[in-house]
């Protein structure tokens, strides 16, 4: 693991302070407010994946979703912009915004594209430089969420295989924080000499590229989002030993899934009372796994209500499958339409470009459970 105390003393010294490099500990004071948060009281809404659109699910269930959760392949042709400019014109035409995430794995082939220790040392850099671009030139308040569940066995930029044994070095929980500072700093774009810099004192070299500053609206937030206990359950990949630092996140993020009336709320409870003085709590996922579940839904909107710093919470409502899909679960959605109408919820004119709104009435906050 990278020491904290060196990396930071080398960030602050020759960054003059331009990122915050602190470790959270039980007694920090909370972290500055990152982009992109919604006002004291409010939780985002969200849908995530293909089956339908935030603008279709405000029509199902009657709430107001403003985040769309999609993923974009590791696909280093040119090809993948296409997907990506279309969702962002649909955000901007349904005022809501993207959750991007960069998936490991190229469709094509259904393998990794690239593992985090060659993205750590740059060998996918265009197609970063390509993204982060499209990004930031667009205007719009973006989560960028980098290869998620990354202490779980089926991603590929995990640590560990299923049965407990260690991958290669570039599939390390080294490898993978050096991979989302990467990922992190060209996401934010900015000036590419202080990026350069920002890169040596972790360990990478430098991002190649004539130019002297990288688009950058300020509005790319990155989201950090492990499991909440690793798969395999074994020391060294828990979501500590993947968490990048303070400065390179701004969200930490679970998902949550009900399978047979069990979910690991103990252990997203744990994830989000480590992180919670430093950084905004995001469920970025979240459904009943193949059937109607109505408590969990209900469970998952109180804990929302009750745990205050979290942002987000966000319905994965699958993709062809219709294992996680709202509309087949009518006791689900029942129970979904009535929770999502609370003001706590719903939050005019907060959009893609529009970050205020006016915030639900503390008597109705008081009220809502």
């Not at 794995?105 to 390509?130: F, N, Q």
């Not at 979501?239 to 993020?253: E, H, I, L, S, T």
């Not at 679960?329 to 979904?336: G, Q």
Request: with cysteine.
């Amino acid at each position: 693991m990278i020491s904290p105390v060196r990396t930071c003393s080398l960030v602050l010294v020759l960054l003059a302070a331009s990122f915050a490099c602190l470790v959270p500990t039980a007694g920090a004071a909370v972290a500055a407010r990152p982009v992109g948060m919604p006002p004291a009281g409010h939780v985002l809404l969200g849908v995530g994946g293909t089956a339908t659109t935030p603008t279709a699910f405000d029509r199902l269930t009657g709430g107001r979703h403003e985040l769309h959760l999609i993923t974009v392949p590791w696909k280093e042709g040119r090809t993948w912009r296409d997907a990506l400019h279309s969702n962002l014109d649909a955000a901007t035409r349904g005022g809501y915004r993207l959750v991007v995430h960069v998936g490991p794995d190229d469709p094509a082939t259904g393998r990794e594209g690239r593992s985090p220790g060659a993205v750590s040392r740059g060998a996918a850099d265009r197609y970063l430089l390509d993204m982060s671009r499209v990004l930031n030139e667009s205007g719009q308040f973006i989560y960028l969420r980098p290869p998620a569940e990354m202490n779980a066995h089926w991603s590929s930029w995990a640590a560990f295989n299923a049965n407990g044994s260690r991958r290669n070095a570039d599939h390390s929980t080294r490898s993978y924080r050096r991979a989302f500072i990467r990922m992190a700093l060209i996401g934010r774009g900015g000036d590419v000499a202080k990026l350069n810099a920002a890169l040596r004192a972790n360990g990478m070299p430098a991002v190649r590229t004539s130019l002297a500053t990288l688009p950058s609206s300020g509005r790319v937030a990155l989201v950090w989002n492990p499991q909440g206990r690793g798969a395999p359950d074994v020391t060294g990949n828990q979501p500590k030993d993947y968490y990048p630092g303070r400065a390179w996140v701004d969200y930490v993020a679970n998902d949550m899934y009900v399978q047979g009336g069990k979910a690991a709320w103990p252990d997203n409870d744990a994830l989000y009372a480590r992180y919670r003085l430093a950084h905004p709590f995001m469920m970025l996922e979240y459904a009943p796994w193949g059937y109607d579940d109505p408590g969990f839904v209900r469970r998952v909107f109180a804990w929302s209500a009750s745990h205050p710093r979290t942002v987000a919470v966000v319905y994965f409502n699958g993709t062809s499958a219709a294992t996680f899909r709202l509309s087949s679960k009518p006791r689900t959605l029942a129970a979904y339409r009535s929770l999502a109408r609370a003001p706590r919820y719903r939050c005019a004119a907060f959009s893609a470009f529009v970050e205020t709104c006016t915030p639900p009435p503390v008597e109705a906050q008081r009220t809502l459970y």
